[in-house]
């Protein structure tokens, strides 16, 4: 059977279980009619690029689909009468992604980069210095005598 990747974006005002409860429905549509679901992620509410019907940010959910051509069509009909859902996108691949996604690695490595503490000058006593090392003492001014 062919294998296809299908991500769709449900609205930010949906609540997390809301969104599960889609994902679930979605899936069980898919198994109805002949379809497995090999993977789900869930990418969380991100920042969209640009408005989408009067939305700035959305639930994004990513599902990897083995089954016929019917299958995607009966789910992108669902989601389109969906008010829950913004856009949604199937593309046909050869074959699916083994591991996390690329948008689950990014998050990772985000997460890994917040953890060490790497960030801008603000963030370590006296500021960013680089390779020049730590500050020497200042030295004292001669003091200006006025005659």
Same mark, same amino acid.
């Given at each position: 059977?062919?294998?296809?990747?299908?991500? %769709?974006?449900?609205?930010?005002?949906?609540?997390?279980?809301?969104?599960?409860?889609?994902? &679930?429905?979605?899936?069980?549509?898919?198994?109805?009619?002949?379809?497995?679901?090999?993977?789900?992620? &869930?990418?969380?509410?991100?920042?969209?690029?640009?408005?989408?019907?009067? &939305?700035?940010?959305?639930? %994004?959910?990513?599902? &990897?689909?083995?089954?016929?051509?019917?299958?995607?069509?009966?789910?992108?009909?669902?989601?389109?009468?969906?008010?829950?859902?913004?856009?949604?996108?199937?593309?046909r691949?050869?074959?699916?992604?083994?591991?996390?996604?690329?948008?689950?690695?990014?998050?990772?490595?985000?997460?890994?980069?917040?953890?060490?503490?790497?960030? %801008?000058?603000?963030?370590?006593?006296?500021? %960013?210095?680089?390779?020049?090392?730590p500050?020497?003492?200042?030295?004292?001014?001669?003091?200006?005598?006025?005659?």
């Amino acid at each position: 059977m062919p294998l296809y990747e299908h991500v %769709f974006l449900a609205r930010q005002d949906a609540s997390s279980q809301q969104v599960e409860e889609l994902t &679930n429905q979605i899936t069980g549509v898919i198994t109805g009619l002949g379809g497995k679901v090999t993977k789900t992620e &869930n990418w969380g509410v991100r920042s969209l690029t640009y408005r989408m019907k009067k &939305n700035r940010k959305a639930h %994004f959910v990513l599902l &990897n689909i083995d089954g016929p051509a019917a299958v995607v069509s009966e789910i992108e009909r669902q989601e389109r009468i969906h008010e829950d859902v913004i856009r949604y996108l199937s593309i046909r691949v050869e074959e699916h992604e083994e591991g996390p996604s690329a948008m689950m690695r990014k998050a990772d490595r985000d997460r890994e980069r917040d953890d060490r503490g790497g960030g %801008f000058r603000g963030d370590r006593e006296g500021g %960013f210095r680089g390779d020049r090392g730590p500050r020497r003492p200042r030295e004292e001014a001669p003091a200006v005598v006025e005659e």
